[in-house]
């Protein structure tokens, strides 16, 4: 598995406002997901992390809102752009491949930052 | 699309009761199939994992068979623990990524 950890934990901000949320990992990983959780429901993934290039992002959300960089492998952030009340969530990092063996394509996931926006 | 159909919760139950929550899915081709567990105020954790038919995952007395013929992937315990309160989400792994279930909240009671 990887040790996976987020920066900041949580944070509270005022609308309109941006936050970058770092994501470090202790090995390189080939994948690095963002994901977010609202209060009680499931995850939804953001985008994918690509290494070198423009992350892909999922159906519902775009770039300007959420930009991502990947400069390397085991580094990654998500900028939560002009923010609203609506962006109040769990954002959450997550890899995959990491270690010298495939591992069926396991996710391991970071501790998450909790962002309240007011 | 893939898609995953997962018990709704909360289920509640007292120490040492049996535990199942039905877990099912719809995918092309022979998806790896997980459990994750998440705690009270912690992130998600891996639980068990499953990656090919009648494979079974298991983990802290959790246990999951991977069951091509009806698409399930149901988690089972037979003694949970008040330890074991958390919510916890089946996701099956579409071409290049996970879809994860709505979530089943797990309480158990002393």
């Known amino acids: 598995s990887a040790v996976i950890s987020q920066k900041p934990s949580r944070d509270i901000c005022q609308r309109g406002t941006s936050l970058t949320i770092q994501c470090q990992v202790d090995?390189?990983?080939?994948?690095m997901f963002w994901y977010r959780q609202q209060p009680g429901q499931s995850l939804t993934l953001i985008a994918t992390?690509?290494?070198?290039?423009?992350?892909?992002?999922e159906s519902g959300f775009v770039i300007d809102k959420f930009p991502i960089s990947r400069p390397n492998l085991t580094f990654s952030t998500l900028t939560v752009s002009n923010m609203s009340p609506e962006d109040s969530s769990i954002y959450l990092c997550?890899?995959?491949?990491?270690?010298?063996?495939?591992?069926?394509?396991?996710?391991?996931f970071g501790p998450g930052t909790r962002l309240t926006v007011l | 699309g893939n898609s995953v159909t997962q018990m709704e919760g909360p289920v509640t139950l007292s120490e040492e009761a049996f535990l199942t929550i039905n877990c099912t899915y719809t995918a092309t081709g022979y998806p790896s199939l997980f459990w994750y567990v998440q705690y009270p105020g912690e992130g998600l954790q891996l639980l068990l994992k499953a990656t090919k038919a009648d494979d079974k995952g298991s983990n802290k007395g959790f246990e999951a068979t991977y069951r091509k013929e009806t698409t399930s992937f149901h988690l089972e315990k037979g003694s949970v623990q008040v330890s074991d309160s958390a919510v916890y989400f089946c996701?099956?792994?579409?071409?290049?990524?996970?879809?994860f279930g709505t979530g089943t909240r797990l309480q158990v009671f002393p």
């Open positions: 997550s890899v995959e491949g990491a270690g010298r063996t495939n591992s069926y394509n396991e996710q391991f």
């Open positions: 996701a099956p792994r579409g071409t290049d990524k996970l879809i």
């Open positions: 992390a690509n290494q070198g290039s423009e992350a892909t992002y």
């Open positions: 090995s390189q990983v080939t994948m």
